[in-house]
């Protein structure tokens, strides 16, 4: 019911800064929660950030701080934007849709690569 495309992902020198993009269609009107996760080689997906349809935010500690998620309604947006990355934060981002508080729908991923 929903398809999600990220964008903005790319390589970036420490300290820089990326700012994702989550375009949603379909079904965007039911849109509660969304969120994005982030997987590393051999690592399991975790969350880095979620936010509400009402705007209340939540972020994992590592990136608390450097990152901030928003969206916009009114294009069925959600970004992310990150700085001071760091090459720990070097991972496949991935947007998603949460139904109560399970991850319902996914987008493909968008790299994100943190040089040194």
């Known amino acids: 019911q929903v398809q999600l495309v990220e964008s903005g992902g790319g390589l970036v020198q420490a300290g820089g800064s990326l700012r994702l993009s989550c375009a949603a269609s379909?079904?965007?009107?039911?849109?509660?929660?969304m969120g994005w996760y982030r997987q590393a080689p051999g690592n399991q997906r975790e969350l880095v950030a979620g936010?509400?349809?009402?705007?209340?935010?939540n972020y994992a500690d590592s990136v608390k701080g450097r990152f901030t998620i928003s969206r916009d309604n009114t294009k069925s947006t959600m970004y992310l934007q990150m700085n001071s990355l760091k090459p720990e934060d070097t991972a496949v981002y991935y947007c998603?849709?949460?139904?109560?508080?399970?991850?319902?729908?996914w987008g493909q991923g968008t790299q994100v690569t943190v040089s040194s």
């Open positions: 998603a849709v949460l139904m109560g508080t399970l991850p319902r729908y």
């Open positions: 379909g079904s965007t009107f039911n849109i509660r929660t």
């Open positions: 936010i509400s349809s009402g705007g209340n935010t």
